[in-house]
């Protein structure tokens, strides 16, 4: 390379505007910054809170279904088999308890020249998308979120991994989210 | 890439029709002999299973033998002819068996009748199919590799089937059979049109066309040929630049696959069966295990028999990648057709300082690669100065003199040498022997991600490519203050990722990957590699 990253991190050029956290971040001392992932951007853009019921249904369907799985053995006559399902079962009221909170985590921001999505707080993960590398854009709408008026949108590039599924749009929002990609895409078009 | 260094204006140019004429934007056909290599051989084959089957009949007939010692077991072919030979059908069957044949023959030349291919300035085009019509369309621009293969027997006849990828499973232009001679040319004025250089431009080709000539002076001109092109070295001196070329050494191939872990489990297979058997003395155990044996030991012939005559090299329009003993293979890549590269070395080599090269593509060929393995092994086993050598092929904007050093380094070095970050010293928990290894360097042109001080390894994503780029954090790095990134590229056998950095330095990458990989995809121009 002819160029290495400078050392220090304050000596960053400071491109976008976005990236101030770097700056920011190592200035503050270790110990009194969160150990989590941290983000200098505040105004996310969130999923609507209606999702939170559709993503309970589906949660509670399926556990009903896996608990009811779990309890199989027991009914066929082992006795001491009752702890697969209630197992299962606690899994899915933890994960139905997490709900509103992973819902609430979700967002996404349109930037210059990417989509930034989050979601996650115990497993957070963060993707950049440059608009150019967008493939397709997918609006899928399942049984309970048509029941809510949602939709969910898939941003898919070349790579299988990249993996941008933004629930709980209005659907309104959706569309019209889906024709500001296409349309960015179309004048940042990159190849494969 | 420069120019070809073949003059514009050679006299001996005007080379036949055979020649560049495929590239008119006009339908043409494939080699005449194509049926018989695509579905003849095995036809010819049928009929051979068929008399051998017959043969004791057919030697009844002719020696006159009697039927008490014919012991026909009651199969279902013997009982036919039997019921044909009691009801006198004999001639029925005959023409029953002529007009199937006709059939069949019939179907094999209309089936090379209709199969056509025309390359015009956009795209090339195949339709092909009798009942089944396809038409199939590849866009110049988007093509990731054209593929010349040649299996042994119509090696032998002189033609040669050539494969043009563009990006997906499955998404390849065959286009088999065509002329040896023709397949190359033809593959040059692929490559040709796709760069965006103008037609008129195009540069004479220097290799000899003297060779279609060679095929009207009689069969012995054209064994003469045929001896000529089975003879001829793998990679042509006239196509690529002679300093560009990498070799590989026999001796060095024969080594690294010895020390394979396939030939570990060969040997660890081999010393448990004879302790086994001079145990229980006992040898059922052999005879169940000899299939298992056989095939391991017939897949390290394999490896080696395919990847003997290896050759890498670089032409004007792209990495040339080509091997084989018997059966022969080669490929070109275009520029900026390699989404990312990896160089690892597993832990027996490293005492022999060999280093292996795998990439990631777009397109997956049909072909098998080097060594019997995926197409995505471009280097199969090298030294450090092969590594050098190929790396500047297949990555020229990343892989300069100046970046050489910072390249090694992630090769060899640890720690900061060469501007890498690595691991944070509490990072030790997950990344035992090689916390000082784990890093990553952000270049101009690139993204380096080093891993693994056993199982060294270096990964090299090219900022143009990157499709998006990802920062994530579970309970245990979080715990730790650590978090991991991963490069997206295209699916592959590389997943660019790195893990255990402080959680800042993450997000740092993740934002200069973000920023970069926007602005160079905005310069890329590799679709048209030779427009200006």
């Known amino acids: 390379m002819t160029t290495t990253p400078d050392p220090t991190p304050a000596a960053e050029p400071d491109a976008s505007g976005t990236d101030a956290s770097t700056t920011d971040a190592s200035s503050i001392d270790a110990s009194t910054e969160p150990p989590s992932l941290v983000r200098p951007e505040t105004e996310w853009q969130r999923v609507s809170p209606r999702y939170i019921p559709v993503d309970m249904i589906g949660t509670l369907i399926f556990g009903a279904i896996a608990t009811a799985a779990g309890f199989l053995p027991y009914w066929f006559g082992w006795q001491e088999g009752w702890f697969i399902g209630a197992g299962i079962a606690v899994i899915f009221l933890i994960t139905l308890a997490l709900t509103p909170r992973r819902v609430r985590a979700i967002g ?72 500001h990609l296409v349309a960015v895409a179309e004048t940042r078009r990159a190849g494969l | 890439m420069t120019e070809q260094p073949a003059a514009p204006e050679q006299p001996a140019a005007p080379a036949g029709p055979a020649r560049t004429d495929f590239a008119d934007g006009e339908w043409h056909r494939l080699h005449p002999a194509t049926p018989l290599f695509r579905g003849g051989i095995a036809f010819v084959a049928i009929i051979g299973v068929l008399i051998v089957n017959l043969r004791d009949r057919l030697l009844a007939i002719f020696v006159g033998a009697d039927d008490d010692d014919f012991v026909s077991g009651g199969d279902l072919e013997s009982d036919a002819i039997d019921y044909i030979v009691r009801e006198e059908l004999i001639i029925v069957a005959l023409l029953v ?8 023959v019939a179907g094999f030349w209309l089936s090379w009748r209709v199969h056509m291919f025309r390359i015009t300035d956009e795209v090339v085009e195949v339709r092909s199919g009798i009942l089944f019509r396809t038409n199939r369309k590849a866009r110049l621009d988007r093509i990731q590799g054209i ?78 040929q045929r001896a000529a092109e089975l003879l001829a070295p793998e990679l042509d001196v006239e196509v690529a630049q002679p300093q560009s070329v990498v070799h590989m050494n026999p001796g060095r191939l024969i080594g690294s696959t010895l020390l394979s872990e396939t030939t570990i489990i060969l040997v660890a297979m081999l010393v448990a069966l004879t302790v086994f058997i001079a145990i229980t ?11 298992g044996l056989i095939g391991l ?36 890549l275009p520029p900026g057709r390699i989404h990312s590269v990896k160089i690892s070395q597993p832990l027996l080599w490293r005492p022999a300082g060999w280093w292996q090269i795998a990439v990631n593509r777009a397109s997956r060929s049909s072909q098998n690669g080097a060594a019997g393995q995926q197409q995505t092994t471009i280097l ?95 309970p245990l790095l979080r715990a730790l203050r650590l978090g991991e990134v991963h490069v997206h590229t ?43």
Do not use: C
């Not at chain 2, 068996?97 to 069949?104: E, S």
């Not at chain 2, 329009?317 to 070109?332: A, C, H, P």
């Not at chain 2, 993450?506 to 200006?532: E, G, I, N, P």
């Open chain 2, 147 to 224: 593929n010349i293969a040649r299996p042994f027997v119509p090696r032998l006849f002189g033609a040669a089937k050539l494969e043009i990828s563009v990006a997906g499973n499955d998404a390849n232009v065959p286009l088999a059979y065509l002329r040896g001679a023709d397949a190359d040319a033809l593959r040059r004025d692929i490559l040709l049109l796709a760069s965006g250089a103008q037609r008129a431009g195009r540069p004479a080709d220097p290799a000899a066309p003297a060779a279609a000539d060679a095929a009207g002076s009689g069969i012995g001109g054209m064994l003469e």
């Open chain 2, 281 to 291: 003395g006992e040898l059922g155990l052999l005879l169940a295990m000899f299939p």
């Open chain 1, 108 to 179: 996404y921001l349109l930037r210059e020249d990417d989509l930034l999505f989050r979601r996650g707080i115990m497993f957070q993960r963060f993707v950049a998308v440059p608009y150019g590398r967008m493939q397709l854009v997918d609006i899928s709408r399942g049984p309970i979120a048509r029941a809510f008026g949602l939709a969910e949108l898939k941003f898919v590039t070349a790579a299988a991994l990249s993996g941008v599924l933004i629930p709980g749009l209005p659907l309104a929002e959706a569309e019209q989210l889906r024709d």
């Open chain 2, 297 to 332: 030991g017939g897949f390290l012939v394999t490896r080696i028999t395919r990847s003997l005559r290896y050759s890498i090299a670089a032409t004007p329009d792209g990495v040339r990648v080509g091997f084989g003993l018997l059966s022969t293979t080669n490929e070109t």
């Open chain 2, 97 to 104: 068996g002529i007009g199937v044949l006709a059939l069949i």
């Open chain 2, 380 to 474: 199969p086993v090298g030294n450090l100065d092969d590594v050098r050598a190929v790396l500047r092929l297949l990555l020229p904007e990343v892989a300069t003199d100046e970046a050489m050093p910072v390249l090694e380094q992630g090769i060899l070095g640890r720690d900061a040498d060469g501007g890498y970050t690595v691991s944070p010293p509490r990072a030790r928990v997950l990344r035992w022997f090689s916390r000082r290894r784990n890093g990553y360097l952000v270049g101009p042109t690139a993204v380096l991600l080093r891993a693994g001080a056993i199982w060294r390894s270096l990964t090299i994503v090219p900022l143009t490519r990157t499709q998006s780029v990802a920062v994530r954090q579970g």
């Open chain 2, 490 to 532: 295209v699916a592959g056998p590389i997943v660019p990722s790195i893990g255990a950095l402080d959680r800042r330095d993450a997000m740092r990458l993740f934002d200069d990957v973000a920023r970069a990989s926007v602005s160079a995809a905005q310069a890329d121009t590799s679709h048209r590699w030779r427009q200006a």
